[in-house]
């Protein structure tokens, strides 16, 4: 399967999933962030920092993230696929000199033959990587985006926390029309960012 309108490029899933072991392998998150508040046309970024906890050789530590477009229902789309997010580079490291599918396929190594997931390979034991996808907003709302981790692509490899439940999790990110206006602080002389709206649904 290839990539849809936002994610994920054509690879060798044979390749990819070849030899992967059927076992648990326990992954901690040090870190999941994602801005709760953002604008439209604003880059920002969202991290997942991933530990392998056990003590085996993750063959290929993976993420795959969900939502990161919506559905159009307008009539006679040629591709109903809109994005929530606009994909700028993806994990892992950008090939030198650019591949001729730059133009298709948002920059980073970390693509995978799977719609919507990325892998960086694999992770030693108490090995750390970051996953680190740059983002742009198109959609203003309150969007939610999900997120989850594995030991490999073939399914046989799975990722769990040291509780033994799966490693996934989601974020709330609401999205403004504009960025919120910035102004003069009269006391320092800066320029300070103003504040962004409420987010619909919470509290004051």
Same mark, same amino acid.
């Given at each position: 399967m290839c990539a849809t309108l936002v994610v994920s490029g054509c690879g060798s899933g044979p390749e990819q999933t070849k030899g992967e072991p059927k076992a648990n392998f326990t992954i901690q998150v040090? &870190? /999941?962030?994602?801005?709760?508040?953002?604008?439209? /046309?604003? @880059? @920002?970024a969202l991290v997942l920092t991933l530990r392998n906890a056990s003590a085996k050789t993750v063959p290929n530590i993976a993420v795959t993230l969900d939502s990161l477009q919506y559905t159009e229902n307008y009539p006679e789309l040629s591709v109903s696929k809109r994005p929530v997010w606009v994909v700028e580079r993806g994990p892992g490291a950008v090939a030198k000199p650019p591949v001729q599918t730059q133009e298709v396929a948002s920059p980073g190594g970390g693509e995978t033959a799977y719609v919507n997931t990325w892998a960086l390979g694999p992770l030693r034991p108490g090995g750390v990587e970051t996953f680190r996808w740059i983002v742009t907003p198109v959609?203003?709302?309150?969007?939610?985006?999900?997120? &989850?981790?594995? /030991?490999?692509?073939?399914?046989?490899?799975?990722?769990?926390?040291?509780?033994?439940?799966?490693?996934a999790g989601r974020f709330v990110s609401y999205i403004t029309p504009a960025p919120p206006p910035r102004h003069v602080n009269p006391n320092t002389g800066r320029v300070q960012p103003g504040e962004y709206p409420k987010v619909p649904g919470s509290a004051p």
């Open positions: 040090l &870190r /999941a962030s994602f801005p709760a508040k953002q604008s439209i /046309a604003r @880059t @920002t959609k203003s709302g309150l969007h939610v985006v999900h997120y &989850r981790v594995a /030991a490999g692509l073939g399914g046989n490899a799975k990722a769990v926390l040291p509780s033994g439940a799966p490693v």
